[in-house]
């Protein structure tokens, strides 16, 4: 009988083994001060923790710089772990949005008046009598459910502040982006993402060359959520072999994606683009050398975008192809870019630039 | 009885024939307790599902293997039913989108979130979480792919997505941050021959190499493909050493060849008209319109001028977009063959066509 009365043994709800957690969400700035970069945004937002008021915001800019962390820190830093599942509402695209739902679910949410805090669970956080609604990939959501949320917006906003995150601040309507306090967040510059990823290696107690780190950088082009991904990518299958090996920058462009320079290298020869390391017969190989070496590359299962924002690496960065030359070459790339984005085949589309840049080159 | 492509698919990492660094790699992922997410992409008959299920079974034991089909009924927003055929065992689960079409994005809402939300009941099972394995996921709608960010990362404890791709061009940048890629390139010809020689000693007959090589040439990487052949051979021709062998194409190969020929043969409009009959004919045997220009335009390159080469495949680049974007596959298939018959006849004759461009 006691053991029925006796309270079950509290479980944790979600036990995550911390060493299992993604390295984005363990290392997740927890405050404001720790958000690195954009220190124009973290200052207006500190502001707003001392004042009590804050304006309903727009976060936009591209993916991996911090739009979704500081939303977050900073509501954390407002109501404190206790408060935080009552008082703020977090959507995003993996969510249900449609119209049905701002009508019910976001609006029931933004009705309700604020619980006074509960003198305990605030204690040490301003706690503020509002609560936050957080739209995170606002910019998925539909024109219809974006109209919806204009009114809701007004009418409640003594009582609920939205903050919209999104990567497109064009796919926003414009009422909506008018009611709102915009900050852009910015690419993190090479030095920041530096800092953070030695940080978190640091914490992780793995070792990183600079030329690792370098590699990071150069494949993520400012999105420190990728960085970090790769680096534990990298750190998972270094780690898993035995014994241990150190990382290799070499890893990191494999775990990317990136197609190695050599391979690159040898497509851009056959289609007359002089290399240090071509071997020049290449050049002379015509329809059946471009074709075959379009051949290798889908057989080695490159992705096709990759490869051409590879090449236009190599074409535009050439110190010996003439100004008439790259600029033609450019205009090809964009048409298949193009292209490729609506769809069409991979190969037949590489064949085609690989055709018409060694025309262009000729 | 079962065909040799199943019959020999290898059931564990050890038994991979080639990419042995990739099998090292997968086993001490599996082994290692932090298995992340993961997207295998290659191109077709590389070995990327076989990979996928040995991972599996690396991961869960031959408990993976025990499939079941079960039947599932969604409702989309407009009251719609959708019934889902889904592949799963005790721990994992399959998802092909491509069956449910335009509401994909639906299915895997709901789905993820109901494995998400459950935990691995049986106890004795070797990890935590449950894996979905999502098929074709360059086919999945851009809504579907962004339903997948935040489900990846929040869900992260109790549930493991892995893609299968041909491409990564078609997904999203941040999926593809969010796993790690994984490239199975086509094997090659020596690893293709290797297998084809592995089959021919499991089923106890002699492959002569001559024959293994010419069957390698025609399956351009395609293991699956190089492995049907075989059978297919052996089928027809019990002794592969006595007579002089044709490896038979598919038909429908044979039969662009044909209407290649008949392209270059005559530029004319009753020609087309034929052509277009027999376009007619192979797109009602379903075989995919890109793959026929793809074909078609290779045949036609065999047998011109070196000049004209470069123009025939940039026009089926061209048309092949436009059918992707169009709506009937004919039109854009006819235009092809009008455009291709006009530059040979240009070529040919040194006939003044620029107005017939416009």
Known sequence: MQSFLKPPKQQPKHAVDPALQPWIEKYRPKTMDDISAQEHTVQVLKKTLGSNNLPHMLFYGPPGTGKTSTILALSRQLFGPELFRSRVLELNASDERGISVVREKIKNFARQTPRAADAEASRGYPCPPYKIIILDEADSMTQDAQAALRRVMETYAKITRFCLVCNYVTRIIEPLASRCSKFRFH?????????????????????VTPSVVDALISTSDGDLRRSITYLQSAHRLSASTTPPGEIQARDIQEIAGVIPDAVVNRFAGSLGVEGEDVDMDAKKGGYDG?????????????????????????????????????SRCALIFAEVDKNLSDGADEELQLLDMGLRVWKALR | MSLWVDKYRPRSLEDLHYHPELSARLRSLAGSGDFPHMLFYGPSGAGKK??????????????????????????????????????????HLELTPSDVGTYDRQVIQEILKEIAQTQQVDLNAKQRFKVVVINEADQLSRDAQAALRRTMEKYMSNLRIILVANSTSKLIAPIKSRCLLVRVAAPTPEEMESVLAYVAKKERFDLPPEVASGIVAEATGNLRRALLVLEALKMQHPDLNAEKLEIAKPDWETYCTKVADLIVAEQSAQRILDVRAKLYELISHCIPPSLIIKTLADRVVEQVDEALKADIMHWAAFYEHRMRQGNKKIFHLEAWVVKVMSIYKHFMFDIDLTGFDE
Request: glycine residues 6%; contains cysteine; proline residues 2%.
């Open chain 1, 187 to 207: 690419t993190l510059d090479a030095s920041s993402n530096r800092t953070r990823l030695e940080y978190v290696a640091h914490a992780e107690g793995v070792a």
């Open chain 1, 290 to 326: 471009v074709r075959k070496a379009v051949q290798e590359l889908v057989m080695g299962g490159y992705s096709a975008m990759q490869v051409l924002s590879q090449l236009h690496d190599i074409v535009i960065l050439h110190p010996l192809l003439s100004g008439r030359q790259k």
């Open chain 2, 50 to 91: 076989t990979r996928v299920a040995c991972v599996l079974r690396e991961l869960f034991g031959a408990g993976a293997e025990k499939l079941k089909i079960e039947q599932r009924v969604f409702l989309t927003p407009s009251k719609r039913k959708l019934d889902v055929n889904v592949v799963m065992s005790n721990y």
